[in-house]
Nanobody, 115 residues
């Protein structure tokens, strides 16, 4: 069974930083694009960043310059470095990936920005 597991969330003060990880495991032949989404209370889930298999990246306008997505294909892991956090970044952050040509989601990790 293929799964994605996010980690690295937590409580951080405004202006702080976090690095989220998303590790894939199971019977994996291929991993295509990987993406990070977030869902704040009462809002729809939104894409914040994605990275293609060969490394091309894409960002939502609201996070450009603050978020950096990367991946380590050997470790089957994607990362999201998030800097200059503000209260508007409070959300559950989800990872998804195209694994064996199927969309797979992680369970999410909570990021809370508060003083």
């Amino acid at each position: 069974q293929v799964q994605l597991v996010e980690s690295g969330g937590g409580l951080v003060q405004p202006g702080g930083s976090l690095k989220l990880s998303c590790a894939a495991s199971g019977s994996i032949s291929t991993i295509g694009a990987m993406g990070w989404y977030r869902q704040a209370p009462g809002k729809q889930r939104e894409l914040v960043a994605s990275i293609a298999a060969k490394g091309r990246t894409n960002y939502a306008d609201s996070v450009k310059g603050r978020f950096t997505v990367s991946r380590d294909n050997a470790k089957k892991t994607a990362y999201l470095q998030i800097n200059s956090l503000g209260p508007e970044d409070t959300a559950v952050y989800y990872c998804n990936a195209i694994i064996n040509a199927l969309v797979t989601w992680g369970q999410g990790t909570q990021v809370t920005v508060s003083s």
